[in-house]
């Protein structure tokens, strides 16, 4: 279904939409030439420790949650690179370390990390999915409200640095990046959820990305719906167009 509400044929990105409104994981490749890699994604007001065992079991990788673009300015969330830019007046090393350009894309969405004021470690599965749900959950609410709520709200409910990884999206999402931070938060916003995704990039064995062939015989093997960058792109853009 497109924003104007008109009827789609149903295609993989349907189905993906109707699993993310189910709470359920879909997979997503972003794109040959980029970082060619698979993330298992599910929509952050969904996650539940379950959630997180399986992203670190089943995944691997990274486990991030997403930044609704439409409230980063209001929580005030920075770019991670942006932060170790304006440190380097104390610490030079960190000027060097940061790159122009990445092998795949212009820059890193990373922001910073934080964990729930009432989380002990942060780490534990429990202390993961609490921090990522309520963050989904104050995200929704600093959307609806002005005068600096969110920001207060933001600081009396997390600490940093944390346990979980925040991922800004370009603010117009895949009109001007296509990685899986924008893939992923385009999904869930498509599927009328709070804009906020949590995704792990999927590994094999052998520590490298997991192949695609592997990626997508593991979503046969436990039901769930794979997607190309290419899929989200196309309904993105009947969507938003």
């Known amino acids: 279904m497109n924003r104007s509400g008109a009827q789609r044929v149903n295609s993989p990105v349907d189905r993906a939409l109707e699993e993310l409104r189910a709470g359920r994981f879909v997979l997503v490749y972003d ?23 399986r992203l670190r079991k089943d995944a691997g990788g990274w486990i991030c949650t997403t930044v609704p673009p439409d409230a980063r300015d209001k929580l005030g969330l920075p770019y991670l690179a942006d932060v170790l ?3 380097s007046g104390d610490f030079p090393i960190l000027r060097d370390l940061v790159p122009d350009t990445l092998p795949y894309d212009r820059r890193s969405a990373f922001s910073i990390t934080v964990s729930h004021r009432d989380t002990r470690t942060g780490v534990t599965d429990e202390d993961r999915a609490r921090t990522i749900r309520r963050f989904a959950e104050v995200a929704r609410e600093a959307l609806r409200r002005e005068n600096g709520w969110a920001q207060h709200a933001f600081v009396d409910e997390f600490r940093a640095p944390g346990h979980v990884a925040l991922l800004n999206p370009a603010p117009g999402l895949l009109a001007e ?11 869930v916003l498509m599927a009328g959820l709070v804009p906020s995704v949590t995704i792990c990039e999927m590994l094999g064995d052998d520590g490298r990305a997991l192949r695609k062939a592997d990626a997508k015989a593991y979503a046969d093997a436990h039901a769930l719906v794979f997607l190309e960058g290419r899929d989200v792109l196309e309904a993105w853009r009947a969507w938003s167009g």
């Open 31 to 53: 794109a040959e030439g980029r970082e060619e890699e698979t993330d298992l994604a599910i929509a952050s007001e969904s996650v539940t420790p379950e959630s997180i065992r």
């Open 85 to 87: 830019r304006a440190s």
């Open 177 to 187: 990046r296509e990685g899986h931070t924008e893939l992923g938060t385009a999904l």
